[in-house]
């Protein structure tokens, strides 16, 4: 039997360690652990290089913060802050089907120690108004001692496969607020009572930290600790050399709703994060139509003016040119020239109207925008701590819809105005240039 000792990587004491099984345990803190080798990939072609030392894995989970019963009105809340959504989603949105989920996070507090060589860029800027600079390069290589990062993989191949929202993006300070539960039988109990479908971990330890994703994560902040350190505004041609020392594992599983709901006959699917109802992924959001074709709506007054300047213009020239050839031998020939002059007359007011229309129009899409802000704002505020609609909220409800619908009525004939303006422009223009020529 091989014996050798190496330092706990806990208390930094001797490990005695059984290379025949992979074992370890620290004479002085007791903590056990397991030695890997590490994947050929991340040894140096000359070199051999330590083994990586796998302390004990804790496994743990979340508790869900809230039910199935709140599920609806998260969703009302989250919906209602999103722009182009329907106001009567938070009367007429059903959830449909609801599921409880663990999805299995790998998390990986991994200790290393690299050696590097790079050019370093350095900014000299200058006082100009222009804010040119001038970039130095330096050459330079070094080490670093023991730096610990913290990564997260799924450990789940179907969670990955189907693309289930994992955790969303985990970070250290989500998962720590709050604590999680390493209590098996607790865990057991709540997967039993809730009928909770338990992602497997079926992607090996070795395998999720070793990965090329991993490693290439790893590598992307070993090289911003190094920019860091040495204060660079740039980097290239890095060449680093990353030594695993060790790593404590945490399998943890993370809550997860997710379900479909239904609004005007069509089905959404949705995913919320069991820890925080504010946390939450759609692939396809309820778009307010009637919101959108309003704003249109609003544009296309103005864009009826623009086009009528230009119409009357560009016909006017076009006929003027045409009129000089034959108003010499046609009878109608001043006539025509009359005409013509209303039309290139016209062009000058439209293009008027199409800036003054421009400006008040931009003031009434935001003034509607804003109020249908504002309602939403109300929507939110009368949702919050309601576990369901009430009769104040739908009798609120009813009252802002009238106000909108008045609203939108407005806008649908806008652009009916604007073509009348434009003709009665047109025919005033064209008597006022006969009564000037006859």
Known sequence: MKITQIQCPSCLGQLTVDWETGKAVCQYCLTKSVLHSPPKQTQEASNEQAPVVFQEVKEGFYSFTFNEDEVANALKKWLIQQESVPEDIVVHLEVSEVKRYFIPIYEFQVTYTMQWEGAFGYDTHSIAWDGSHTTTWEKKRGDHPDETVILYQCGSSEVIEQEIPQSFEVNDEMKRKPYFSTDQKEFQQLVSAHAIHVFPFDIEQEQALFGSEKQAELRAQANAVIQKKESADHLK???????????????????????????????FEFA????????????????????LQTVANFSKARKVFGWSSVL??????????????????????????????????SSLPTAVYWVVSGIVLHFLKEQYLKTVQKFRDELKIELLGKKTAGAALLANYEKRGKHLARIRKFSEWLDTLAYVVVVATLIWNIIWNIRRFF
């Open 237 to 267: 041609e890095l060449h680093l050399d990353l030594s695993l020392i060790s790593c404590a594992t945490e399998k943890l599983y993370f809550p997860l709703y997710m379900g479909t709901f239904k609004y005007q006959e069509r089905s």
């Open 272 to 291: 919320i994060d069991g820890k925080d109802p504010d946390r939450m992924k759609l692939p396809i959001i309820p778009q307010c139509q009637e919101t």
């Open 312 to 345: 009357f213009f560009t016909l006017g020239v076009l006929l003027l040119f045409f009129a000089l050839f034959i108003s010499e031998w046609l009878p109608l020939g001043r006539v025509f020239r009359v005409v013509i002059g209303g039309i290139v007359m």
